[in-house]
């Protein structure tokens, strides 16, 4: 199995952009679907962005209109999220979570579809 540690969270003004950055210890991260997600203050933990284990297909929720891309290395286990155009309402804390192989055809899109998440990177941005 694998365990994400996320990176690269911070303070960034409006407009602003980001990278966060999730490595995923542990042994075969290519055969991992993996995933970016958010929890707002007093919000629900909500999809943004997903990769499959190949890494050609992705996903994200309509709110990220085309602001953010999701990458991934498997040579360093690495899967990153790149986030520009930051807004107030990006403010959260953002997780990366790793569903384990086989190999699935769509990019999960809910927490309960991953079995490994990291601890989570503050992301907050003002106005």
């Known amino acids: 199995q694998v365990q994400p540690v996320e990176s690269g969270g911070g303070l960034v003004q409006a407009g602003g952009s980001l990278r966060l950055s999730c490595v995923a210890f542990?042994?075969?991260?290519?055969?991992?679907?993996m995933g970016w997600f958010r929890q707002p203050p007093g919000k629900e933990r909500e999809f943004v962005a997903g990769?499959?284990?190949?890494?050609?297909?992705?996903n994200y929720r309509d709110f990220v209109g085309g602001r953010f891309t999701i990458a991934r290395d498997n040579a360093k286990s690495t899967v990153y999220l790149q986030m520009t155009s930051l807004r107030p309402e990006d403010t959260a804390v953002y997780y990366c979570?790793?569903?384990?192989?086989?190999?699935?055809?769509?990019?999960?899109?809910?927490?309960?579809?991953?079995?490994?998440w990291g601890q989570g990177t503050q992301v907050t941005v003002s106005s």
């Open positions: 979570a790793a569903r384990a192989p086989p190999t699935i055809q769509a990019v999960p899109t809910f927490p309960h579809e991953y079995q490994h």
């Open positions: 542990g042994r075969n991260f290519r055969d991992y679907s």
């Open positions: 990769i499959l284990c190949i890494g050609v297909t992705t």
